[in-house]
């Protein structure tokens, strides 16, 4: 977990609420990748940057479930600098406390966790309770009014960093953005800025993670214009900030008639979808996941889904090929090839 700027902290505080939700290690953006196979989840709680590293650091996890053989070590940094890496202890269902005793220098202190498949609902770090990205309530970015209208359908959303009006244009420029939730099939952005002739250079796509993403542009010696632009108006943001300042996501007003936070626009279906997937559709329950509606099945007699050279077998649930098909003598429901074959093969015998 990488500290956050202050002002995009506050705002993340602002998005926060309790983890009623159920999170894995291995799935929740607070957990970074480990160095190596045996321990491949990280909970950082201090670095040497942070003022009160020194201090003791705890750290409560409540597991619902895990593998067999889940275990957590600490990780941290002693007077010298080097690493000090702790024995391997079992986590147990329920609410685990770990602590880690003060000391007199600036450390680094972090929890590795041996499995990506420990379920908790409850995770603080000092006393502070944490959420999961994906636990946040974000604004989908088509209805924010930070984000501008982008230059093209495949990168419709855009927010400017600087201009060459701006005194600081040509410095480091930096973004932070905490996505909460991504379309099904994922969400990019790109860097687009001006060069020192004034022409435009389009980065290339970058895919969005869930969780914070964080994006800086070097520095260059003349002033420009820097740009981030998005794919979709369905990435949920639950915070950003530009150069550090935290920029408020006030939602544009926009028709949404089925109240479910997206604008018609761009909502793929204004309303509901019923137990077949169908917008706005009637069924109320598919419980066999069949394609076809409970009603349907009960009151519709099914031999009517049944095509031609075909009837309905109540025995095998299915259609078979009729009887009454002279020719079909495979019984598939249609006269063919391997009808013919069938007939030549027995061609010219003798019936006993």
């Known amino acids: 977990m990488k500290p956050l700027p202050y002002l995009l902290a506050a705002c993340f505080a602002c998005f926060s609420f309790a983890l009623a939700a159920q999170n894995l290690t291995g799935t929740c953006d607070l957990f970074e990748e480990g160095t190596n196979a045996s321990w491949p989840y990280v909970l950082t709680a201090t670095s040497p940057a942070d003022p009160g590293s020194s201090a003791e650091q705890t750290m409560e996890i409540n597991v619902l479930s895990m593998p067999v053989g889940a275990s957590y070590r600490v990780a941290k940094t002693v007077a010298n600098g080097n690493w000090f890496f702790g024995n391997a202890t079992a986590l147990s269902l329920g609410l685990n406390t770990v602590s880690v005793a003060a000391v007199s220098f600036d450390r680094s202190v972090k929890f590795q966790f041996s499995s990506g498949d420990v379920e908790f609902d409850l995770l603080t770090v000092n006393a502070e309770e944490l959420s999961c990205a994906s636990d946040l309530e974000g604004v989908p970015m088509a209805n924010c009014a930070a984000f501008d209208v982008g230059p093209n359908a495949t990168w419709p959303h855009v927010i400017t960093a600087t201009t060459p009006d701006d005194p600081g244009s040509s410095s480091a420029q930096t973004m932070n953005i905490l996505v909460s939730a991504l379309p099904a099939d994922g969400a990019n952005y790109r860097v687009v800025k001006t060069v020192a002739n004034g022409n435009w250079n389009n980065g290339n ?148």
Do not use: H
Not at 325 to 345: K, P
């Open 205 to 352: 796509a970058v895919a969005l993670n869930i969780g914070m993403n964080e994006v800086t542009v070097s520095e260059v010696s003349f002033a420009r214009s820097v740009k981030f632009q998005f794919s979709s108006g369905a990435i949920e943001v639950a915070g950003i900030s530009i150069n550090g300042a935290s920029i408020a996501c006030e939602v544009e007003p926009c028709d949404d008639l089925d109240a479910d936070g997206i604008c018609d626009d761009v909502d793929d279906c204004v309303g509901a979808l019923d137990a077949l997937g169908i917008c706005n559709g009637t069924c109320l329950e598919d419980s066999n996941a069949n394609g076809i509606c409970d009603a349907d099945e009960d009151f519709v007699d099914p031999s009517s889904y049944c095509g031609p050279g075909t009837t309905w077998d109540a025995a095998s649930g299915q259609c078979v090929g009729a009887d009454t098909c002279m020719g079909d003598f495979d019984g598939d429901g249609t006269i063919a090839t391997s009808d013919l074959l069938g007939f030549l093969a027995i061609f010219g015998t003798t019936c006993i």
